[in-house]
């Protein structure tokens, strides 16, 4: 058994060890913290519950930190709207546990019904009021979404609907784009690499990576509110994503 | 028109705008299933055929029905028919 293999032998029983410590710990510690940031902010409980899943991201960051080089680029914590839609690309399981590293904790995640099968991650998805996107119909969707953004929080989708096998960026469904039409809200494009050298779809071992998080420039969704103003918000936004994942892919290759 | 160049028209206009896989079109799939459309997108597919038609068809029932690519072939045709008649 030569280096490397060792080391990801023992990234995995530190990652998979250390992540279910903190889901364990993180699920006995939700009633005492939860009531704690009710008391403090007056929060409801899904925004409560919201801000403990953001937690739980950073707690990821903190994991993964000895075997993955990450880093977040793009925006300032203060350019990026709390009220708007995230949408990004989507490489592997473990894309979710990234949104740690932004800004606000205040996002809910627009997911396919699958996720919800993990038990213990599905009450707090339900707690949180994360939109099923695919047994929910999109007229429901939307309604939960615009409550959501009504209240000051941040939606995120994944436009391709499901991860990318091969890496490249796959068509982008109209959801998100039909949503930031109907509130108003900008659109904030995010460009996530090397999850997919984390763990790609269809393996459970994890390998050491290099994961950089793009936020890249709000766009604005007032000049597309006309007829099929979402089809053009969708393609320009892909557009942005499609250049800005090259870019980024070109400099992660010329780095290696 | 021919029905053939009917075809190539919606075919062409359900790839670019839907980016899907232009070998890939045959009549019997399935817009859902095997295309992946969901049902924001079919509110697309119709302004894309309204666009590459010029009619309306947005208030049409019929719509409702379609399934499969076949389906939206044959209902392009009886409404280009039915305006010509």
């Known amino acids: 058994m030569n280096n490397e293999q060792l080391k990801i032998i023992a990234m995995n029983v530190w990652v998979y060890g250390l992540l279910l410590l903190l889901t364990i710990v993180g699920i006995l510690l939700t009633p005492t913290v939860g009531f704690y940031f009710f008391l403090r902010y007056g929060w409801d409980t899904p925004r409560v519950i919201r801000h403990i899943i953001w937690l739980y991201g950073k707690g990821w960051l903190a994991i993964i930190s000895p075997f993955v080089s990450f880093e977040r680029q793009g925006l300032d914590d203060a350019d990026v709207p709390d009220n708007c839609i995230f949408v990004i690309n989507h490489l592997s399981f473990f894309d979710t546990y990234f949104m740690g590293a932004l800004p606000q904790s205040d996002i809910t995640f627009a997911v396919r019904s699958w996720p919800f099968k993990m038990f213990w991650y599905r009450l707090f998805m339900q707690l949180a009021n994360y939109l099923e996107v695919e047994d929910s119909s999109w007229q429901q969707t939307l309604i939960k979404g615009n409550s959501v953004l009504k209240q000051g929080g941040a939606v995120l989708f994944f436009p391709e609907g499901h991860r990318s096998r091969s890496g490249k960026i796959q068509r982008f469904y109209s959801g998100a784009f039909h949503l930031a039409l109907q509130s108003g809200c900008p659109v904030v494009p995010l460009c996530i690499t090397g999850t997919d050298q984390l763990l790609p779809p269809d393996r459970r071992s994890l390998r050491p990576a290099t994961v950089m998080l793009k936020i890249l420039p709000v766009v604005e969704v007032k000049d597309y509110q006309h007829e099929g103003g979402h089809r053009q918000l969708r393609k320009d936004v892909k557009a942005m994503m499609v250049k800005e994942l090259e870019q980024m892919l070109a400099g992660d290759s010329e780095g290696r | ?85």
């Open chain 2, 1 to 85: 028109m021919t029905e053939q160049q009917m075809i190539t028209i919606i075919n062409d206009a359900l790839v670019e705008e839907f980016e899907l896989d232009a070998d890939e079109m045959q009549p019997e799939l399935s817009i859902y299933d095997d295309l992946g459309l969901d049902s924001l997108d079919t509110v697309d597919m119709v302004i894309v055929l309204e666009g590459a038609f010029k009619f309306k068809i947005r208030e049409e029932a019929e719509i409702k029905e379609i399934r499969t690519l076949g389906d939206i072939h044959e209902f392009v045709k009886r409404k280009l028919a039915a305006e010509v008649n």
